[in-house]
């Protein structure tokens, strides 16, 4: 976001921006980041769980190859709606 500053763009209004992860200082940026948050806690019990049952489980046992797990968006200022959008979503302060 200082990049676009220094570059003469506003954050949202000519640009909006998304991070990954919703780390600690996400929530204090100046504007707050809107960003995609893993459940990291969910990612750790599974793995936890698979791996136990690899280890205690017949050699041979299928496991699974593929896990999903849904992230989440939390909104927050450094993101608007589009020009011309439909949407009455507006960025959480």
């Keep these: 976001m200082q990049a676009l500053r220094e570059a003469g763009r ?6 909006s921006v998304v991070g990954f992860d919703d780390i600690q200082s996400a ?3 100046n504007p707050a980041l809107t960003t995609v948050r893993q459940p ?3 990612m750790g019990v599974i793995a936890a769980e698979i791996l136990l049952q ?3 489980g017949p050699p041979n046992a299928p496991y699974p190859k593929e896990i999903i797990v849904e992230p989440s968006l939390v909104v927050r200022a450094s993101t ?5 959008s439909s949407r009455d979503t507006q960025p959480v302060p």
């Design 10 to 15: 506003r954050v949202p209004e000519d640009v």
């Design 40 to 42: 990291l806690r969910e």
């Design 80 to 84: 608007t709606t589009a020009p011309g």
């Design 54 to 56: 690899r280890i205690t």
């Design 27 to 29: 929530a204090f940026q």
